[in-house]
């Protein structure tokens, strides 16, 4: 696994550097429908550690953003509760890709077209390292977790299923 060596900038990366958060960018060849499975496959790296980036919403359609362990799915009905509403859905990649201001398979918590909450499963923040979208698909940004509290305000939750 190798860190590349200029590629191109995103508004996630130009975020990032004003943030002055510090952070490696990583590129794999982008497959539809890979997911975190591929990127984690094609870099090498643990799938625990490569955290999806989730545009999802609430019952009265306000968006939300979910960062999850890429080898975990989000619990919705614990989310709901944990964040004070009645239900959580995934949105459209339609409608995803509206708040966001990126096309799914490159969504990034960094830099959204639109204010929106961010949440992030709480047992992420437990791992010294993560791998998270950049804003492009087939790219990862290597950073420590802390970076999606301190710089990115992420609140904590705890929602998260094992895939199967």
Known sequence: ????????????TAWLRRQCADFRC???????????TWGAEALGLPLHAVIKTLVMQSESAK??????????????????????VKTVQPCSPEAAQRHTGYPVGGTSP?????????????????????YINGGRRGLLLGMEAAVLTAQLHARPVHCALPRG
């Open 1 to 12: 696994m190798h860190p590349a060596h200029k590629p191109s900038e995103t508004p996630a």
């Open 110 to 130: 960094f830099a959204l077209r639109k204010a929106m909450p961010i949440y992030v499963e709480a047992t992420v923040l437990e791992l010294e390292h993560i």
């Open 63 to 84: 968006p939300l953003v979910v960062l999850m362990h890429g080898d975990c799915q989000v619990s919705t009905k614990t989310l709901a509760r944990a964040i004070g």
């Open 26 to 36: 990583y590129v794999y060849d982008y497959v539809d429908h890979g997911g975190a």
